[in-house]
T-cell receptor, first 115, second 116 residues
């Protein structure tokens, strides 16, 4: 079964500094990859997704992620964070091989942006 | 276009009671999934329904059940509530008939269940 590891449970960063949130998934031939953001007392909102094609994916709010098949990673980056980016971020994977399988989520990374 | 709607938003129940949560998917979406979110376990998959049929089931006890109606609305039920069932329950809807299609899942705001 697929698994997702988010290496950092908490990431504090100063406003306007760059940030990288790391995500690794267990190996599979074909996967779809997602990053979701959750603000306090809210559901999950899709930031970006990788389905196929270019390995660099751009999402909303200035975030981007790079799919690296050899390292089975899908790290999320933003060159300059804002206070409003403070939230929890979840990486998720969907296994294409078996089809119709549910999304598997990582444990989440809490991003705290410090003024 | 209306998003995924979950009702109620907050719920307090006593141990041993049962509870029913509701989810209305985005219009046209036939797949509805349920997740339990807790601080310790993160997001755990409960079950998925597609066209009134349960298509996938997570590793939860039989006290957790669900169903989907012909209009794609879904309910989940938890019987004999335990303190550990306190969690945020999230519903997600998707247009995808198979995972090889557009698989973006749209989430509702969740129902916060507190068991006392």
């Amino acid at each position: 079964a697929q698994s997702v590891t988010q290496l950092d449970s908490q990431v504090p960063v100063f406003e306007e500094a760059p940030v990288e949130l790391r995500c690794n998934y267990s190996s599979s031939v074909s996967v779809y990859l997602f990053w979701y953001v959750q603000y306090p007392n809210q559901g999950l909102q899709l930031l970006l997704k990788y389905l196929s094609g270019s390995t660099l994916v751009k999402g909303i709010n200035g975030f981007e992620a790079e799919f690296n098949k050899s390292q089975t990673s899908f790290h999320l980056r933003k060159p300059s964070v804002h206070i409003s980016d403070t939230a929890e971020y979840f990486c998720a994977v969907s296994d294409l091989i078996r089809g119709n399988t549910p999304l598997v989520f990582g444990k989440g990374t809490r991003l705290s942006v410090i003024a | 276009k209306a998003g995924v709607t979950q009702t109620p938003r907050y719920l307090i129940k006593t141990r041993g009671q049962q509870v029913t949560l509701s989810c209305s998917p985005i219009s046209g979406h036939r797949s509805v999934s349920w997740y339990q979110q807790t601080p310790g376990q993160g997001l755990q998959f409960l079950f998925e329904y597609f066209s009134e049929t349960q298509r996938n089931k997570g590793n939860f006890p039989g006290r957790f059940s669900g169903r989907q109606f012909s209009n794609s609305r879904s309910e989940m039920n938890v019987s004999t509530l335990e303190l550990g069932d306190s969690a945020l329950y999230l519903c997600a809807s998707s247009l995808a008939e198979r995972r090889t299609m557009n698989t973006e899942a749209f989430f509702g705001q969740g129902t916060r269940l507190t068991v006392v």
